[in-house]
């Protein structure tokens, strides 16, 4: 058999669409919402990111502002993130990761406010999660439960396997689906034996960066896959899994591109709205 394709790109860009729509109502009231990206180095991947994120915003009419810094203090950069905290304007603030060495994350990470913070990578929303308190979610777990959703595939009582424990993608999803009823695995480098808690998983998810890292013999008879890793190859962005070998043995996957990628990216604008409506709500 042949797996069902986990279309991103079409759900994504239903999403933009009734996003855009409800952008096209809050302006004909007077306002729209704003997002601000910082920049910061020289890293190529992070500026692809960032001017995807702009894109983006033109796409569904918010409005956009970008800060870029070839370099700057620790200081510097948590000025602006006050600033960018009191402005009424801003609804949304992004800083792009990783930052310098010289720069501690998490400081400036716990430094956004918890009410603009469209990543959903603060430690309060972090927490949050966690507790099952939080509607704010990081971009890309949610695009993978959405996706998960779109396609009804059972989240509650299925055994899902995660490859990836970052702070991004691991261990948000994880908290998620344990919130939604999932018995999760979470499985990384140090893992000993990983095929042996992928074959039980009736969904496995997998974000490592390495090309054809999930084969076939890993994965159960029409187990649902969901390939979260991008690596930038001649032929453009390839994922984790061994699609040719994956998709005849697995009932759904997510190709890549067009899978997880442009979910993210439909998350990130989906968070930008949540967090204007909360801000509203909230000087009422
Ligand atoms: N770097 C890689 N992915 C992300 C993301 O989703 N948000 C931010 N801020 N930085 C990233």
Redesign the pocket.
């Known amino acids: 058999m042949t797996a069902i394709i986990l279309d991103g790109l079409a759900l994504s860009q239903k999403i933009k669409n009734e996003l855009s729509e409800k952008v096209r109502e809050y302006k004909k009231k007077g306002s729209c919402p704003k997002l601000a ?1 910082v920049l910061v180095g020289n890293d190529p ?2 500026r692809v ?1 960032v001017n995807l994120k702009k894109k983006d915003s033109e796409i569904i009419g918010i409005d956009y502002e970008e800060y870029y810094f070839e370099d700057i203090s620790e200081k510097d950069l948590l000025a602006l993130i006050d600033e960018l905290n009191s402005r009424k304007d801003i609804n949304g603030i ?5 930052l310098p060495n010289h720069i501690d994350s998490n400081t400036i990470l716990e430094r956004i406010d918890p009410l603009k913070d469209v ?1 959903g ?1 603060s430690p309060i929303n972090v927490g949050r999660i966690l507790l099952k308190l939080s509607d704010l979610f ?3 777990p949610k695009g993978v439960v959405k996706i998960l959703d779109e396609y009804k595939i059972p989240i509650e009582g299925s055994d899902i396997t995660i490859i990836n424990r970052s702070n ?1 993608i691991g261990k948000p999803l994880a908290a998620m689906l344990i919130n939604m009823g999932a018995t999760v695995t979470v499985v990384h480098s140090k893992t000993k034996n990983i095929k042996e808690k992928t074959r039980n998983a009736d969904i496995v998810i997998v974000g490592v960066g390495k090309v054809d890292f999930l084969t076939a013999d890993m994965i159960k008879e029409k187990a649902v896959v969901v390939d979260v890793g991008i690596t930038r190859s001649e032929e453009g962005i390839v994922g984790d899994v061994k699609f040719d070998e994956v998709s005849k043995k697995a009932s759904y996957i997510t190709p890549v591109p067009g899978g997880v990628g442009p979910m ?1 990216r439909a998350m ?1 604008l989906e968070n930008l709205i949540l967090c204007y409506q909360k801000q509203k709500d909230c000087a009422r």
């Open positions: 990206t991947a992070s990111y992004l800083v792009q990761m990783p990543d990578f990081p971009c890309t991004i993210t990130l």
